[in-house]
C-alpha cells in the first residue's frame, strides 16, 4: 500500500531551524494536495501549511513568514523549512498526503505520516 515516512523532528533553541521532510512510497499513482498539521496535547490538530501538486502553497497565520512549504514531485515528497522558531511551536508535526493509488479502482484517499517531534526551548 501507501505509506508516509517522515524525518527532521529535534530539539532546537528559540530562534532556531529545523526542516521536516516526507516522503510518501507505495503504489502511487499521483499525489495531489500535500501539508504539515501539528498536535500539541489537550488541543486539535492543526493546519501549518499546505502545497498543491503544482506547487501553490497556504499558510496557517501563525507561521506566515517564517515557514516555508515545498514539494519535489519527482520523489513524492513534501518538505517543511522551519526559521525563527517559537516555544509555541513544539508539537508534533504530521504529514498528510491526499494520494490516488495504481489500480483499477484508482482510489483516492488522504494519509498520514508517523509523527515527528520539534521541541523549542526557551
Known amino acids: 500500500q501507501v505509506q508516509l515516512v517522515e524525518s527532521g523532528g529535534g530539539l532546537v533553541q528559540a530562534g532556531g531551524s529545523l526542516t521536516l521532510s516526507c516522503a510518501a512510497s507505495?503504489?502511487?499513482?499521483?499525489?495531489?494536495?500535500m501539508g504539515w498539521y501539528r498536535q500539541v496535547p489537550g488541543k486539535e490538530r492543526e493546519l501549518v501549511a499546505g502545497?498543491?501538486?503544482?506547487?501553490?502553497?497556504n499558510y496557517a497565520d501563525f507561521v506566515k513568514g517564517r515557514f516555508t512549504i515545498s514539494r519535489d514531485n519527482t520523489q513524492n515528497t513534501v518538505y517543511l523549512q522551519m526559521n525563527s522558531l517559537k516555544p509555541e511551536d513544539t508539537a508534533v508535526y504530521y504529514c498528510n498526503a491526499r494520494i490516488v493509488t495504481t489500480g483499477f479502482l484508482r482510489y483516492e484517499r488522504d494519509y498520514w505520516g508517523q509523527g515527528t517531534q520539534v521541541t523549542v526551548s526557551s
Open positions: 507505495g503504489t502511487i499513482f499521483s499525489v495531489e494536495d
Open positions: 502545497i498543491r501538486r503544482g506547487g501553490s502553497a
